[in-house]
């Protein structure tokens, strides 16, 4: 059934929250804080495998080996040109602040915490070559096998996440939903249109994206990474325009 591994990912992720905030009461703040800076490390590791596709074959061969970088630098300046003007990163808060309403009112859990947390999970969660790689399988028929890894990945980080950050990490399955849902009926529609060149320059771009998570995570920054999000789709477009040119 296409779409089952995205319901697979929500499902870990809700689970492995639940488990986390029932864990995460009885850790004192030092234990969670430790946590949360494991993960911070992690992803930094994860963002700087990801930017490795600049050196992907087909990509290069696509653009020229000094284009992809270029090609990087450019869909993050005109993502975040217009992620900024659109305030994606204030929406994503807002939305936070409004599920924490709904969602655990009457709970001790503060909103600048559940925001916290369904922020940056939701970033780390969407943002990622499993989650693009497996949604766009999933939806050309071609198994659930990448998206099962990611559900198993993501049922993991959640508990720890959760630990820290408390219930806006489960909320965070909702972004997962929809970004990967909409990227299934994507692949739906466009069939294999998305090259490998194509896919490494979303790679690239995602990894760049992950280590400004990472550093958000280990409070050394607050990158608005939600403002460079469009940076995922601009991308793509300059690599197919590039590689049209010549």
Same mark, same amino acid.
């Not at 690239?204 to 280590?211: D, E, K, N, Q, R």
């Given at each position: 059934?296409?779409?089952?591994?995205?319901?697979?990912?929500?499902?870990?992720?809700?689970?492995?929250?639940?488990?986390?905030?029932? %864990?995460?009461?009885?850790?004192?703040?030092?234990?969670?804080?430790?946590? !949360?800076?494991?993960?911070?490390?992690? !992803?930094?590791?994860?963002?700087?495998?990801?930017?490795?596709?600049?050196?992907?074959?087909?990509?290069?061969?696509?653009?020229?080996?000094?284009?992809?970088?270029?090609?990087?630098?450019?869909?993050?300046?005109?993502?975040? %040109?217009?992620?900024?003007?659109?305030?994606?990163?204030?929406?994503?808060?807002?939305?936070?602040?409004?599920?924490?309403?709904?969602?655990?009112?009457?709970?001790?859990?503060? !909103?600048?915490?559940?925001?916290?947390?369904?922020?940056?999970?939701?970033?780390?969660?969407? %943002?990622?070559?499993?989650?693009?790689?497996?949604?766009?399988?999933?939806?050309?028929?071609?198994?659930?096998?990448?998206?099962?890894?990611?559900?198993?990945?993501?049922?993991?980080?959640?508990?720890?996440?959760?630990?820290?950050?408390?219930?806006?990490?489960?909320?965070?399955?909702?972004?997962?939903?929809?970004?990967?849902?909409?990227?299934?009926?994507?692949?739906?529609?466009?069939?294999?249109?998305?090259?490998?060149?194509?896919?490494?320059?979303?790679?690239? !771009?995602?990894?760049?994206?992950?280590?400004?998570?990472?550093?958000?995570?280990?409070?050394?920054?607050?990158?608005?990474?939600?403002?460079?999000?469009?940076?995922?789709?601009?991308?793509?477009?300059?690599?197919?325009?590039?590689?049209?040119?010549?």
């Amino acid at each position: 059934m296409r779409g089952l591994g995205t319901v697979i990912n929500v499902v870990a992720i809700l689970l492995g929250s639940a488990l986390g905030v029932l %864990i995460g009461h009885r850790l004192p703040e030092r234990t969670r804080r430790t946590v !949360t800076d494991a993960l911070g490390l992690v !992803t930094l590791v994860i963002g700087a495998l990801n930017v490795a596709s600049l050196t992907d074959p087909a990509y290069q061969e696509a653009v020229g080996s000094g284009g992809t970088l270029l090609i990087v630098l450019g869909a993050l300046v005109i993502g975040g %040109i217009a992620g900024s003007l659109l305030r994606i990163e204030d929406r994503l808060e807002s939305v936070g602040g409004w599920l924490q309403r709904k969602l655990v009112r009457g709970t001790k859990e503060s !909103t600048t915490t559940f925001v916290e947390g369904f922020v940056d999970a939701s970033l780390v969660f969407c %943002i990622g070559p499993l989650a693009i790689l497996g949604s766009l399988s999933d939806g050309l028929g071609r198994g659930i096998d990448q998206l099962a890894l990611k559900a198993t990945l993501d049922g993991f980080a959640s508990l720890a996440f959760a630990a820290s950050l408390g219930w806006g990490v489960a909320a965070s399955a909702l972004s997962v939903g929809v970004w990967q849902g909409l990227l299934t009926l994507l692949s739906l529609a466009l069939g294999s249109l998305m090259s490998a060149a194509l896919i490494a320059s979303i790679t690239a !771009t995602g990894g760049v994206l992950l280590l400004g998570v990472g550093l958000r995570l280990l409070g050394i920054r607050q990158v608005a990474v939600g403002d460079l999000l469009p940076a995922l789709i601009v991308a793509p477009v300059l690599t197919a325009v590039v590689a049209a040119i010549r």
